[in-house]
């Protein structure tokens, strides 16, 4: 017989969960001494806030490939999950959200600390629980880490009310449930009209998603796309699944993308999405995206299948099994002039840097070039995630921890500090002064654990996207954006955190500044000073289509 908590923290263990984060409250707190007591099995890493607990165990869950965890209180603790939660949702990480509640008794009540966190986030979940009988506790607990990562992943909540965490049951160990490798239905109609149309195809271009990071399954697109000679553009969430240097490789596709992969979308006859759902950040104005071409759409979520784009042929299953069964049905077929197109496309329309006395890509660059392709690299959300999309040159899944779909500014230090535990190795979390501002009380958190973690803050007194748009569409209407008033003292905040601390004005200090704080194992902020003017381009503006991107502005 054990108390509720007790199970929790058992079926943990069981499940094979190493590190949790999160921060103790008053309905929590049973589960937290059962921590306490489990210490020696168990690690909680102890954030600063809520979001960035969440956040941790996002960034945990990408780097690991295992389902993050992450704990919080019921009332404020939950509520502050909320974003970390959303932020997993969209990007499809595997994440178990465990909150307390105040007692069934008390539900209802308008209780101190009470909030419906299962209505809340049942938008922005896989599924989620509240425990109602100590009896399906354990059931509930191996069901939810099931759910988070199987299929197509993502998050899932458990709420445990007070009552239920105290009481006692028998609980008895069970080996978690294997997730078996998907398999998909062969004779669909989509498959077969697919494998038709790749045949008679004789200008192919594959557009490549997170869903083929998140099916493990970079092998298998490497080998469809150099049997049929099919040049590949990547979703920002799959940078990394193909070497940023592999002759078939255009970069980066969307509203920031390559110029060349613009150019190449409209000279294509058939376009192959792959585990990528034509979000408007690529698609920009779905109803002229791919217009007049074929469209193959490959994915595990059915949901996602002509949702956003009419597809010519779609295909329901894993990215991994998919692919494999094309390569075998298709016998190889050379296409030299597209691929040689497609190259000579990407080699004309190079990223252009920026004449300022310090060019965040330079910054950028000089990383790549003192770091390993296993280094992981996280971001929060605007130019600086931009710049590091288009200009880091990416080469291993898993590498690049960034918010997708939700764009969540302030994601990228707690991201960053699940990543390190993760690998347990050195991260660079390269971020921006406005994003930086929102949760830079996780420092104490990197400082408290000694985590290498290097931030490269790129500031910009400005938060630099927002004011790129009102520059270029709202006659530099500057509302809200210009920051050249914070005091904020970079240098002082490292010092009182207990961080190392370097400022870069030139290009010529880059180097000599990096190498020595990038080697070490400190914590550090690296303040990069650029210039506010400074834009990412290419860029697509909202609701466009892709010819009308923007290559130069003056």
């Not at 921060?23 to 707190?29: E, V």
């Not at 955190?497 to 290009?507: M, P």
């Not at 500044?513 to 303040?527: A, G, R, V």
């Given at each position: 017989?054990?108390k509720?908590?007790?199970i929790v923290?058992?079926?943990?263990i069981e499940q ?18 059962e921590?306490?007591k ?7 890493i ?9 956040h ?5 869950a990408r ?14 603790g ?12 969209m ?24 909030v ?18 100590i ?11 099931y759910?988070?990562?199987s ?15 105290q ?10 449930k ?8 062969k004779t ?17 271009l594959?557009y ?7 099916s493990?399954a ?6 469809f796309?150099?049997?049929q ?24 596709i ?5 110029a ?10 058939t ?20 217009k007049?071409?074929?469209?193959i ?9 002509d949702k956003?784009v009419k ?11 998919v ?8 016998k ?21 840097k920026?004449?300022d006395?310090?060019c965040p890509?330079n ?5 790549r ?5 296993s280094q ?22 898993g590498t ?8 969540a ?25 406005g994003?930086f ?22 500031n ?6 927002v ?25 002082k905040?490292?010092?009182?955190f ?20 990038l ?6 902020i ?10 990412v381009l290419?860029?697509?503006?909202a ?6 991107i923007?290559?130069?502005?003056k």
């Amino acid at each position: 017989m054990m108390k509720g908590a007790q199970i929790v923290i058992e079926c943990l263990i069981e499940q094979g969960v190493e590190v949790l984060f999160g921060y103790p409250g008053g309905t929590i707190i049973d589960i937290f001494d059962e921590l306490y007591k489990a210490k020696d099995r168990i690690t909680h890493i102890l954030t600063s806030h809520e979001q960035g607990a969440s956040h941790a165990a996002d960034g945990y869950a990408r780097a690991s490939g295992k389902v993050g965890v992450v704990l919080a209180t019921s009332g404020p603790g939950a509520t502050n999950l909320v974003t970390g939660i959303a932020n997993a949702y969209m990007d499809s990480i595997p994440m178990v959200a465990i909150t307390g509640n105040v007692p069934l008794a008390l539900l209802g009540r308008d209780s101190f600390q009470e909030v419906d966190i299962t209505g809340i986030t049942m938008p922005i979940t896989k599924h989620n629980f509240m425990v109602k009988d100590i009896k399906d506790l354990a059931p509930i607990m191996r069901e939810a880490f099931y759910i988070a990562a199987s299929g197509r992943p993502g998050p899932v909540l458990v709420d445990i009310p007070k009552n239920i965490q105290q009481e006692l049951c028998e609980y008895k160990k069970t080996k978690p449930k294997i997730i078996v490798s998907p398999t998909f239905d062969k004779t669909q109609e989509g498959l077969k009209k697919a494998i038709e149309i790749i045949k008679n195809s004789n200008k192919p271009l594959a557009y490549v998603g997170g869903g083929v990071v998140m099916s493990k399954a970079e092998k298998e697109l490497l080998a469809f796309c150099e049997s049929q000679d099919i040049p590949m553009a990547s979703s920002m969430m799959a940078l990394g699944c193909v070497p940023y240097t592999h002759p078939l490789h255009m970069g980066m596709i969307g509203m920031h993308g390559r110029a060349g992969v613009a150019k190449a979308l409209f000279e294509c006859d058939t376009i192959i999405a792959i585990g990528a759902r034509f979000s408007d950040r690529v698609a920009t104005n779905r109803l002229l995206f791919g217009k007049g071409k074929n469209i193959i759409h490959i994915d595990i979520d059915a949901a996602e299948l002509d949702k956003n784009v009419k597809t010519t042929a779609a295909i329901e299953g894993d990215a991994k099994a998919v692919l494999t069964h094309l390569t075998t049905a298709l016998k190889p077929k050379p296409r030299k002039d597209w691929a040689k197109n497609c190259a000579n496309l990407k080699a004309a329309y190079p990223f252009k840097k920026i004449s300022d006395p310090l060019c965040p890509r330079n910054v950028l660059e000089c990383m790549r070039k003192l770091s390993t392709d296993s280094q992981i690299v996280a971001t929060d959300v605007g130019q600086h995630q931009m710049w590091t999309a288009q200009s880091y040159g990416f080469s291993k899944p898993g590498t690049f921890v960034t918010s997708g779909g939700l764009g969540a500014m302030g994601f990228g230090l707690g991201a960053a500090i699940g990543a390190c535990f993760a690998s347990k190795k050195p991260v660079y979390l390269v971020t921006g002064d406005g994003s930086f501002h929102m949760n830079l009380h996780e420092m104490a958190t990197a400082v408290r654990y000694k985590l290498p973690i290097k931030v490269i803050l790129l500031n910009n007194k400005a938060l630099g996207m927002v004011r790129q748009w009102q520059t270029l569409f709202y006659d530099r209407h500057h509302a809200g954006t210009i920051l050249d008033d914070l005091p904020t003292n970079f240098g002082k905040l490292a010092d009182a955190f207990g961080a190392k601390y370097a400022k870069i004005t030139k290009n010529q200090d880059i180097e000599k500044t990096l190498k020595p704080l990038l080697s070490s194992k400190d914590t550090c902020i690296i303040e990069c000073e650029v210039q506010p003017e400074g834009i990412v381009l290419p860029m697509v503006p909202a609701g466009k289509s892709s010819d009308e991107i923007i290559i130069e502005y003056k």
